[in-house]
C-alpha cells in the first residue's frame, strides 16, 4: 500500500503475531477513545479475511464480541476526557486561543447533539477522523451520558460486527484478496456516503425552512 507501515492493516496483523486479536482491539480503543487516526475499517476488514483462513484462531463471534467492547470503551474513554478538558480548554478569552477554543462552539455543537445527535453518533463510527473526534466533542458539549453510551454502542456493534464480518465473508474472494488495496480503499470511500447524505439532507431541509 501507499500508507506508511504502521498504516497498513496487513502489516499491523502481522506484527501483532500470536497476540494479533489484542493488538487489533487496543489499536480500535485508541482510535475511538483516545483521538489517534489509525486505519479502523480496513483493519477490521482485514481482521475478518484473517479469522476467515485461521491465521487469526479464535471464534469469528469472539472476535466481534471483543473488538465491540474495544470501540465502545474507547468511545467512553474519549467521552470522559472532553468532559474533563472542554471547561479549561473553551473558556472565554482573547487572541488566536480565543478564536480557535470559542465557547460558542460548544453551544452550537449541543445544539447539533440536541437535533442531530442519535443518527450523528451512529454514523459518525463508519467515517475515518469524525469517529475519532466526535466522542471528544459529545464529552465537551456534554451530552446526556446515557444517551451518548446507547448510541454509540448501536453504532459500535454495527461498525465492529458488520465490516469484520463483510471481510471474514468476502475476504477469500479470489477478485477481494488479489485486490486487497482496492477493496480497502473502497471501504473508507464508501464509509464517508452516510455522513455526505445527511450533510445535503440538511443543507435542503435548511432551505425548505
Given at each position: 500500500m501507499l500508507l506508511p507501515s504502521w498504516m497498513d492493516p496487513e502489516y499491523l496483523i502481522r506484527a501483532f503475531g500470536p497476540y494479533a486479536l489484542w493488538g487489533v482491539a487496543f489499536v480500535v480503543f485508541a482510535e475511538c477513545g483516545l483521538f489517534a487516526i489509525l486505519p479502523g475499517d480496513s483493519l477490521l476488514f482485514t481482521v475478518g479475511l484473517f479469522t476467515a483462513i485461521g491465521a487469526i484462531d479464535h471464534h469469528m463471534v469472539f472476535v466481534c464480541a471483543v473488538l465491540t467492547i474495544a470501540a465502545v470503551l474507547g468511545n467512553a474513554c474519549g467521552y470522559f476526557i472532553g468532559r474533563k478538558i472542554g471547561p479549561p480548554l473553551f473558556r472565554p478569552r482573547t487572541g488566536l486561543m480565543g478564536r480557535v477554543f470559542n465557547p460558542s462552539y460548544v453551544t452550537k455543537t449541543r445544539e447539533f447533539?440536541?437535533?442531530?445527535?442519535?443518527?450523528a453518533l451512529i454514523m459518525a463510527r463508519f467515517v475515518p477522523i469524525v469517529r475519532t473526534f466526535v466522542t471528544l466533542v459529545a464529552g465537551v458539549s456534554r451530552m446526556d451520558f446515557r444517551r451518548f453510551i446507547g448510541y454509540t454502542a448501536v453504532g459500535g456493534i454495527l461498525?465492529?460486527?458488520?465490516?469484520?464480518?463483510?471481510g471474514y465473508f468476502l475476504g477469500n474472494v479470489s477478485f477481494i484478496k488479489n485486490n486487497i488495496d482496492a477493496v480497502l480503499l473502497l471501504i473508507v470511500f464508501v464509509s464517508v456516503i452516510p455522513m455526505v447524505i445527511e450533510f445535503l439532507l440538511a443543507r435542503r431541509r435548511a432551505r425548505l425552512a
Amino acid at each position: 500500500m501507499l500508507l506508511p507501515s504502521w498504516m497498513d492493516p496487513e502489516y499491523l496483523i502481522r506484527a501483532f503475531g500470536p497476540y494479533a486479536l489484542w493488538g487489533v482491539a487496543f489499536v480500535v480503543f485508541a482510535e475511538c477513545g483516545l483521538f489517534a487516526i489509525l486505519p479502523g475499517d480496513s483493519l477490521l476488514f482485514t481482521v475478518g479475511l484473517f479469522t476467515a483462513i485461521g491465521a487469526i484462531d479464535h471464534h469469528m463471534v469472539f472476535v466481534c464480541a471483543v473488538l465491540t467492547i474495544a470501540a465502545v470503551l474507547g468511545n467512553a474513554c474519549g467521552y470522559f476526557i472532553g468532559r474533563k478538558i472542554g471547561p479549561p480548554l473553551f473558556r472565554p478569552r482573547t487572541g488566536l486561543m480565543g478564536r480557535v477554543f470559542n465557547p460558542s462552539y460548544v453551544t452550537k455543537t449541543r445544539e447539533f447533539f440536541d437535533r442531530y445527535g442519535n443518527r450523528a453518533l451512529i454514523m459518525a463510527r463508519f467515517v475515518p477522523i469524525v469517529r475519532t473526534f466526535v466522542t471528544l466533542v459529545a464529552g465537551v458539549s456534554r451530552m446526556d451520558f446515557r444517551r451518548f453510551i446507547g448510541y454509540t454502542a448501536v453504532g459500535g456493534i454495527l461498525w465492529a460486527c458488520g465490516v469484520t464480518a463483510l471481510g471474514y465473508f468476502l475476504g477469500n474472494v479470489s477478485f477481494i484478496k488479489n485486490n486487497i488495496d482496492a477493496v480497502l480503499l473502497l471501504i473508507v470511500f464508501v464509509s464517508v456516503i452516510p455522513m455526505v447524505i445527511e450533510f445535503l439532507l440538511a443543507r435542503r431541509r435548511a432551505r425548505l425552512a
